[in-house]
């Protein structure tokens, strides 16, 4: 029927086209191999691969491996991506090969990391990957696949950019490979692999950049923040070392390479005479691009390639100019920072958190058509779960300090998903994740009715603001002892959360006892606010938001809130706490939420803004480290769509 019709579309567009017979046993000949010597961590290996299919015929790759990979048909870039997975969940990609020849050859080139960061967690070299057409296998990796080395790259060279991304490359042009081909070393481990639910990213065309020549090289500004791949065209004099460096802003006129222990910069070692290099395994991000070189190097072109994650966005229309630039580069925003998966920002971090990929997808909702990204990061998510019980600081998360406040979120995310798409079998994937989570807080109740700060390893974060951020418990251990406080967020949040999860399974949630909890230990009479701790006597708008949000305060604390006066501001990435509390308590507070976003974000416009910063302050935040784009700050698209 036409209603059954549109039913099938809508599930395509939630959890992607049905899965082919063939993609059930992808791997159905292939084996885990890697080079016959093991190579040791930021290393890299090619694969060398045959097989017969002429161009017009539905033939598909599957390929997943440690780190990241790109494939090559015929000596043109057929696919590239980050594994982005877990060591015991592993994932394929899916890519349907075009330009076949009839006898083809397929190469693959994977970088094996070996270093953990907050983006991936260190495992063991690996690659699998096999090609198919229909159910018959075209060639698969395994003992008779031949590989050696690369080392156009630099191996073993573990130069990292941030402890959050990882790890940088240097890639030497003036290197012929003369190693042989040997066969590959089958493992000894055979991990299950699973198919990818999203699409492949795309890599779309050069954008056109102004390069200006300085002192020491170049000066290249692409207009506006761009994620992607690293592109060289030039012609030099000499062999060379080239070293580019890339960032959001300029300081002095110049890029700022350094911020603290980061590194923002990649190398290449030039040929003399014409070079042309593109990078399809560190994504890089940013408005700028200084690069270092000989005198007499001719700058052909030079920039970021946009890579991103196929969409159909939603139109809207806003008479305000204003508004209309503002959802416009909301958008914006969000699109950077969706690959793999959702990411934090594309410049300093690319990592997958709960608090900021709430935001994100609630956005996305209004902003793409379609949640099959959606559902495939919050299951992704569900993989994180730790044996605590609670989940990692990020996914995958090799350097993990988890907060608590973070795994209250996921409730609310996946409860989210589901009022927006309908979609309730998720619950099959991710219903005993949540079930952990809310036993972990609900046996931290204690006989006062609050729930203590976490101790060791954990980070009680909740903002970047004072009194919230908690920043010196990052990395910490038991020696370091602990101070037992309790904080009003978190037990907001609990409450929060807790009904939440009570409505999503049919259950029920007694709240008063945590409500009278909270109003006797926070509660300020003089005030008439609620205080951001036991430990002191500090306000903030994010927590009177929470207190309003589960029921406390009235009018008078409204008001208070939307003031603000005598409360330490709320950040951005909050934003949706004070606004949902605020039209929680009335619907004369729609006005308030528009032009509040009005005025913050044309702030930030008006100081050059191509996509929304991590907090209001821009690169000054974090000691010069702040994210000129930052996914959790797309917030208005939600709001202006929902408001107007």
């Known amino acids: ?75 043109k870039i057929a696919a590239f991506s980050s594994a982005a997975d877990f060591p015991a969940y592993k994932l394929a990609d899916k890519i349907e090969l075009k330009g076949l020849k009839g006898k083809n050859e397929l190469k693959i080139v994977v970088w094996h990391f070996g270093v953990d960061s907050q983006t991936y967690i260190a495992d063991g070299a690996k690659v699998a990957f096999e090609v198919k057409r229909g159910g018959k296998t075209l060639c698969a990796s395994g003992e008779n696949t031949v590989s050696r080395p690369n080392v156009n790259y630099k191996n073993n060279y573990k130069k990292v950019i941030t402890a959050q991304l990882g790890l940088s490359f240097l890639y030497d042009a003036t290197v012929v490979n003369g190693l042989l081909y040997e066969k590959s070393r089958v493992l000894a481990e055979q991990p299950e692999a699973h198919l990818r639910p999203t699409a492949p990213l795309r890599l779309r065309g050069r954008r056109k950049v102004k390069i ?181 600081l990020c996914f995958p998360g090799g350097l993990d300090y988890p907060i608590p406040f973070f795994s209250l979120v996921y409730p609310v995310q996946v409860s989210e998903y589901i009022a927006h798409t309908g979609d309730k079998s998720i619950l099959k994937e991710v219903g005993g994740v949540l079930e952990r989570i809310v036993a972990v807080f609900d046996s931290r109740v204690e006989e006062n009715g609050l729930i203590a700060n976490f101790p060791a390893p954990y980070w009680n974060f909740y903002e970047w603001s004072e009194g919230s951020s908690h920043s010196d418990e990052i990395g910490r251990t038991e020696k370091d002892g602990y101070v037992r406080r309790y904080d009003l967020i978190l037990n907001c949040m609990y409450v929060h959360a807790r ?73 951005l990435s909050m934003l949706t706490f004070l606004y949902d509390a605020l039209l929680k308590s009335g619907q004369e507070y729609k006005t308030f939420v528009t032009e509040d976003i009005k005025k913050r974000y044309s702030a930030m416009l008006k100081k050059g803004a191509t996509t929304f910063w991590e907090t209001e302050k821009g690169a000054e935040d974090f000691g010069g480290a702040g994210s000129l784009c930052h996914g959790w700050s797309a917030l208005p698209v939600y709001y202006l769509s929902v408001l107007s």
């Open 1 to 75: 029927s036409a209603a059954s019709d549109v039913y099938k579309r809508q599930m395509i567009l939630i959890s992607g086209p049905p899965v082919q017979k063939e993609d059930t046993d992808m791997f159905s000949t292939a084996k885990w191999i890697w080079l016959k010597e093991d190579s040791g961590e930021d290393s890299y290996g090619e694969f060398l691969a045959h097989f017969d299919a002429a161009d017009g015929e539905k033939v598909r790759l599957y390929v997943a491996c440690d780190g990241c990979y790109t494939a090559y048909l015929n000596g």
């Open 212 to 392: 200006e020549r300085t002192e020491n090289g170049f000066l290249v500004d692409m207009k506006r923040e761009t994620v992607g791949f690293l592109e060289l065209s030039l012609k030099s004099p000499d062999k060379q070392k080239i070293l580019v460096a890339y960032g959001e802003h300029l300081t002095d006129g110049r890029v700022p390479r350094f911020i603290d222990k980061r590194d923002f910069s990649a190398e290449y070692v030039a040929a003399a005479g014409k070079n042309e290099y593109i990078n399809t395994f560190r994504r890089i991000a940013g408005r700028y691009l200084e690069i270092f070189c000989s005198p007499g190097t001719e700058l052909l072109y030079a920039g970021i390639r946009p890579v991103d994650y196929p969409v159909q966005r939603i139109g809207r229309k806003f008479e305000d100019k204003t508004m209309r630039k503002i959802y416009d580069v909301s958008v914006y925003t969000l699109r950077q920072c969706m690959h793999e998966h959702y990411e934090d920002c594309p410049w300093r971090e690319q990592a997958l958190y709960t608090m900021d990929s709430r935001n994100q997808m609630l956005c996305g909702y209004y902003a793409f058509r379609g949640a099959r990204y959606q559902r495939a990061n919050l299951v992704y998510i569900s993989k994180g779960l730790r044996a605590d019980g609670l989940l990692s």
């Open 499 to 571: 009904k939440i999860y009570a409505r999503l399974t049919g259950g029920t949630f007694d709240e008063k006892p945590a409500l009278d909890a909270i109003h006797k230990a926070f509660f300020d009479g003089e005030t008439g606010m609620y205080r951001l701790s036991t430990e002191g006597k500090l306000f903030s708008r994010l927590g009177n938001a929470f207190a309003l949000l589960v029921g406390h305060g009235g009018a008078a604390l409204a008001e208070k809130t939307a003031k603000g006066g005598g409360m330490t501001d709320i950040t």
